[in-house]
């Protein structure tokens, strides 16, 4: 059974209201954060791997527009990013990113001890470890094709797939649970929930209108053209800088420009579409998959997983969060940092999407996470995984 554009749009909205109400009905899984798109993916993707298994009923969905709503989400988060008020958290990026150097390192080494372990090829580690974790599905692309060609390693491009498929799931589940155990062990509140324990009540914003609206869609629509235009022409630098990230940055200049042009903005309506945006890419994302055949695939690589989650919680919480300031936008960093650790950036937006819906806004996260799990994370992740591959104990 084939769904076009359109009806497969249909049904990604209809699982996401569907991940939301199971949600609010299950107290578990709105207790501890779990995305709505997450919850109602996963919902489809196992009644459809059981028809494929059982009934041998196949059901395929045209995603073309997932790109174009990733590219809609980062726009989106751009125009909602008000440089003004993130003056404060300043020193929270290079912070970030200074912890990110030493826990690929971890990642990979746990990957690599553990394929020893298994009796594998130490390679098999480094694909279990930041290729296909922090890096994701593109990464590993790019490695596991090189691995299969000069290392002769069987089934390694199918297995880099899978191992990112199964680390995006994972990314998604665990970030919310972790940062609600923060914010409760802590006390931690949102500048918005503080305001409403002292009784510190502002005037009720405007209600958004048609024209709020529409101004929101065309920011949007022209970060993301601009945005394509300046990747397309600027593809043939040494340094690749993917669309989403020229989408962001287009949209943070319009978000910035338009006041001192004294156009007043309203940023909800962009944070609307970007927020719809990411739940239809992350939905359509997870409806794709094949469980069954995942788990098929999988075998030791598992618990090599299992392994890589227990470490990435445990720096999670005794690093991540100590760093960046054991407040309430650190524990929604650290579900972010969960999110793009184990899957992408994209899950670890839905997992601080979730967050702040429940507890208020982390303006210094949104905008430093994206700049780091778009850009720098990559840097960071090849110089690690080319330092490994040299170790005559892994490559070399």
Known sequence: MSFAALGSLLVAIFMQLVGGYVNRRIPLLSRYNIPDPITGGLIFAVLASLA?????????????IKPLLLLMFFAGVGLCADLRMLKRGGKALPIFLALLLPFILIQNLTGVAMARLLDLHPVFGLVAGSITLTGGH???????????????????????????TVGLVVGGIIGGPVAQYLIKRHGLRSAAEEAAETHVFHEAPAPMTTHSVLVALAGVLTAVIGGQWLAALFSDIPVTIPE????????????????????QVDDRPAEIISSVSLSLFLVMTMMALDLLDVARSAGPFLLIVLVQVVVVIVYALLVCFRFMGRDYEASVTTAAFLGFSMGTTATAMANMQAISAKHGPAPTSFLIVPLAGAFFVDIINAFVITIMLSLPFVGG
């Open 52 to 64: 494929l298994e059982f009934f041998d009923f196949h059901i395929v969905f045209d995603q073309s």
């Open 244 to 263: 989403f990230l020229w989408c962001m940055v287009l949209g943070i200049a319009i978000r910035n420009l338009l006041p001192v042009a004294g156009v």
């Open 138 to 164: 593109g990464t590993a692309a790019a490695y596991t094709d090189g691995f299969a060609q000069v290392n002769n390693l069987q089934m390694v491009v199918e297995l880099g797939m899978m191992l990112a």
